[in-house]
């Protein structure tokens, strides 16, 4: 059977005849458009059928394209996949890098709370973004050097705070609770390369603590997106501010000056989606 012939089909014949050079705004215009509307359907289908599930298949036949057409866009499932991935950890990021220019800059323990909160914000607004990037592997896929910048966009916001309060001396280098045993050569040498690349201003053991407590940021997300939190903590919110309070004292960061009330409104829309039923996690 003859496919059918799309708009999406249409505007593609349009584009290639029309005698432009490649540069012109039209045509990358039309380009980016066409992008979009496959990555929007792609991300539409990977809520429904998970990143494994997802194909190009699938999406030329809902966007009523030939199959051939995508191609000119996305060569292998593997070149969308990574573009959702790239547009994801630049998401993240963008939400922290917001976050963290909104607050005072001598304020590194305010800075530490936005930038968690907008973190779990994001998480929560974009549950299967959230999954693609932080979530299990996609079975066949290995991510390209494409998404090693964005993927660390969110986490150069955290070294640059650490950077920040320990060149303004705000920065705790010991430990709640009193010092532990030094960190021994072979700990020492295992953390080069995280001291060297993100906190080149503190010492190894501080180090160590702003890797837990960012870790335990994205575990907490983790938790509450993927139901281990169902039937254990009935209010997830003034948990998770809590936590954010002791993770930045773990790192050394001094208290919020002004850590206002969660807007508890702005953070329930994304606890379920309207008319179903409350166990909606990303199992």
């Not at 290995?142 to 920065?171: C, F, I, K, N, Q």
């Not at 080069?192 to 907490?220: E, I, K, S, Y």
């Amino acid at each position: 059977m003859q496919e059918r012939c799309s708009v999406i089909d249409l505007a593609l014949t349009l584009w290639k005849s029309v005698a432009m050079p490649p540069s012109t705004g039209l045509r990358a215009r039309m380009r980016a458009e066409l992008t979009a509307e496959i990555k929007d359907e792609a991300r539409r289908q990977l809520a429904v059928e998970g990143a494994p599930g997802l194909s190009l298949r699938s999406v030329t036949r809902t966007l009523g394209m030939s199959s051939s057409a995508i191609y000119r866009y996305f060569p292998s499932r593997d070149d969308l996949l990574t573009a959702l991935i790239v547009d994801a950890y630049d998401a993240v990021g963008a939400a922290a890098e917001e976050a963290d220019s909104g607050c005072p800059s001598g304020d590194h323990g305010g800075r530490w709370w936005s930038i968690g909160r907008a973190v779990r914000r994001w998480a929560l607004d974009n549950p299967h973004e959230y999954a693609l990037v932080y979530g299990s592997p996609v079975p066949g896929y290995r991510a390209p050097e494409d998404t090693v910048g964005p993927a660390s966009r969110v986490t150069l916001v955290l070294s640059r705070l650490v950077d920040d309060a320990a060149r303004s001396g705000t920065l705790a280098v010991d430990p709640p609770g009193g010092a532990l045993p030094a960190l021994d050569d072979v700990a020492r040498d295992a953390l080069r390369t995280l001291v060297d690349v993100a906190f080149p201003n503190v010492r190894p053991d501080v180090a160590v603590r702003a890797l837990a407590a960012w870790t335990q940021l994205f575990g907490m997300i983790s938790f509450e997106l993927f139901g281990h939190f169902h039937n254990v903590i009935d209010d997830v919110d003034p948990v998770f501010d809590r936590a954010l309070l002791e993770t930045g004292r773990l790192v050394g960061f001094p208290p919020p000056r002004a850590a206002a009330s969660p807007d508890r409104d702005e953070l329930a829309h994304g606890a379920a989606p309207d008319g179903e039923d409350e166990i909606w996690y990303l199992v």
